[in-house]
């Protein structure tokens, strides 16, 4: 990407991935998976966008093969979840903790993602797709290993909307309004972060498309 581009900071991109390697173990935990299942939920949770979005569209090396910070990241957040399991398993802290740090996070990675698909040539359909596999597609993978349908498939707050809405929200500011990619990318979190925040105080939430009988 060039020197403009938008790029997370390397201590923010180590909290937000320890932090969802830790929603990913506690989800393993509260399912009463062994060690071995928490340390590849954990992988999951925090890697699985990035592997997608890099291993799948874009044909490059994810970068839990390139930095070798991530994977002992993953691997102190699955110990720790193991060491204390009888005092987080059902802690509401630590889920507003990842939450909060999602609600960064996610923007972050999405923005990233739509960067390198647009740096790749894909057409603008590709481009979002690509930033929305890069901010949920963890999440989803989590979901299918524990065999649940993935929360984004399902009637709930507003999230994966938010996500979607992000990205054609960064498009539109370094596109359409020629916004650098820097103060775009910040001003794209932060009104994700908002509209999460509203969501969460508020409860706003989708609707099934056809009610039950």
């Known amino acids: 990407m060039p020197a403009s581009a938008f790029q997370i900071p390397v201590y923010f991109d180590y909290l937000a991935t320890f932090a969802w390697a830790l929603s990913g173990a506690v989800v393993a935990l509260r399912k009463r998976h062994d060690i071995v299942g928490v340390f590849v939920l954990a992988l999951l949770t925090s890697m ?3 592997i997608l979005r890099d291993g799948v569209f874009l044909q490059r090396t994810p970068p839990v093969l390139t930095d070798p ?21 059902h802690r509401r802290v630590v889920d507003r903790l990842v939450g909060t ?13 739509l960067q390198l698909a647009l740096a790749a040539g894909i057409p603008l359909p590709g481009v979002v797709l690509v ?13 299918m290993i524990v065999r649940e349908v993935p929360a984004i498939l399902q009637p709930g707050q507003f999230f994966a909307l938010l996500a979607l809405l992000a990205c054609i929200a960064f498009l539109t500011l370094t596109l359409a309004l020629r916004i650098a990619p820097e103060p775009a990318g910040w ?26 009988d």
């Open 69 to 89: 910070i991530y994977l002992p990241l993953i691997l102190t957040a699955t110990l720790l979840v193991g060491v204390f399991r009888r005092s987080i398993a």
């Open 48 to 50: 699985g966008g990035s």
């Open 131 to 143: 930033g929305a596999i890069s901010a949920v597609g963890g999440g989803v993978l989590r979901d």
């Open 101 to 113: 740090i999602d609600a960064i996070g996610t923007p972050a990675f999405a923005v990233v993602g």
């Open 187 to 212: 001003a794209t979190i932060a009104l994700f972060f908002v509209a999460r925040m509203l969501t969460l105080r508020f409860n706003w939430q989708t609707r099934p498309l056809l009610d039950a």
